[in-house]
């Protein structure tokens, strides 16, 4: 995407990431004015804002350019149908029923006369004059191509370098060697405290400031922290890169079928060494458990689920595990997003042990050296807990595990 659109817009959009990054610390540290800022205030004050609508203006008449916008906004509007599809699919009541068939209808009527002339009337030209501060149409269009920017160039999972915000700020208070560089992963030390709130972060107590937590829910931090109490463990997890700074405070604002396979049967020895579960309505969601000596693997892929440029992600859950005096104890877990290409997920779907591989394996979170029962006080079963934190089709969790 850089190539389309050039150095003078590109150099604007990484300005803007840097910003958001600059607001997001502002809100944690509690300096609320500074987030206020948006898109069109960066573009008022920067000093080439000619040249940059300029540059819009030509490539709008490029072929190349029109074709890669219409894809974008194409991608979008399917994605918006498949979600509705899976709310209407799953609602008990008629009248959702019906208001998510008519939004789905009308979605489709709007794919069927896309073309580049109605995009630039319709979601261009009409906004500028309802959005405040919009002084040009191009502006509007401009706002949708930083959107494709971020989500092509960076998507979701953001890759760790050394030299990040995050790095930088560790080692200038003589925090070396805390994220790993195969992973990613942030090492939590034991004397901080994690924090189960919105986005779960973690309290360093010698800096008085936050480490804000990705990719991990708040139940999950919670369970975490609860071991914690009782347990002695490694823990690494997936930190925000670039969102970090001195005083960042808590301020934050079906049916299925079973494949092949066995269910759970009380003992993790007993699971079966392949098991394939399925969503009755979405035939291609499939759970996936695989069972040799001491790890299990569990893989959830949707067959509309995630992609990220351009590949398909799935979500992997992989636990170790020993049994002494007749109990069972989890000695590693850990949480990852995996990743396929086209032929890739093609092969995935007839050889069910085929690994995604198109890019490294996204950690979110891993737990060494544990011995955590795996059936805790309250009889409550850990994995169990680690998998609906995390999967989508929980309720494939759901009949796995008999619940």
């Known amino acids: 995407m850089k190539q389309l659109i050039g150095e003078t817009i590109t150099s604007f959009f990484e300005t803007c990431r840097k910003k958001e990054f600059e607001n997001e610390i ?19 004050q920067t000093d080439n804002r000619e040249e940059i609508l300029s540059t819009i203006s030509e490539l709008m008449d490029s072929k190349e350019f029109q074709n890669f916008v219409l894809e974008q906004v194409r991608r979008e509007r399917i994605e918006n149908i498949r979600e509705l599809t899976r709310k209407q699919l799953t609602t008990d009541s008629e009248t959702e029923y ?17 073309n580049w002339d109605w995009y630039v009337e319709n979601n261009c030209k009409s906004l500028s004059g309802i959005i405040p501060l919009i002084e040009d149409w191009k502006w509007v269009l401009l706002s949708s191509l930083y959107g494709y920017y971020k989500k092509l160039e960076y998507g979701q999972f953001l890759t760790y370098t050394e030299g990040c ?4 700020y560790l080692h200038l208070h003589s925090y070396h060697g805390l994220i790993d560089n195969h992973y990613g992963l942030l090492k939590i030390k034991n004397d901080w405290i994690l924090k189960s709130v919105i986005p779960p972060r973690v309290f360093v107590p010698e800096l008085d400031t936050h480490i804000i937590l ?20 490694d823990l690494s997890i997936r930190p925000d890169y670039n969102v970090c700074g001195d005083g960042l405070s808590e301020i934050g604002a079906i049916c299925e079928e079973k494949d092949f396979g066995r269910s759970y049967g009380g003992k993790l020895t007993t699971i079966d060494s392949l098991s394939k579960y399925y969503d009755r309505d979405w035939l291609n969601d499939w759970l996936l458990v695989s069972h040799e000596g001491q790890d299990i693997t569990f893989e959830e892929i949707l067959e509309d689920g ?46 069910l042990q085929t690994k995604g591989e198109a890019r490294t394996r996204y950690k979110t979170f891993k737990i ?36």
């Not at 351009?310 to 992997?316: A, E, F, K, L, S």
């Not at 955590?372 to 409550?380: D, F, G, S, V």
């Open 165 to 168: 915000p995050l790095d930088r």
């Open 306 to 351: 995630p992609h990220d440029q351009d590949h398909y992600v799935t979500q992997i859950v992989h636990m170790q595990f020993e049994e002494s005096a007749g109990q069972e104890f989890i000695t590693h877990i850990d949480h990852e997003y995996a990743f396929y290409n086209e032929p890739g997920i093609n092969v995935k779907r007839s050889k």
């Open 368 to 403: 060494d050296n544990a011995h955590i029962p795996y059936m805790n006080e309250a009889n409550n079963n850990v994995l169990y807990k680690v998998l609906t934190c995390y999967f989508v089709k929980g309720a494939l969790v759901d009949e796995y595990f008999m619940v």
């Open 98 to 114: 019906a208001c998510f068939d008519i939004q789905i209808k009308n979605i489709k009527r709007l794919l069927d006369v896309l």
């Open 214 to 233: 990705r990719h991990i829910s708040m139940d999950l931090v919670e369970m975490i922290a609860e071991w914690r109490k009782h347990f002695k463990f």
């Open 26 to 44: 502002s809100l944690y540290q509690g300096r609320r004015g500074a987030y206020r800022e948006k898109f069109v205030d960066w573009l008022k």
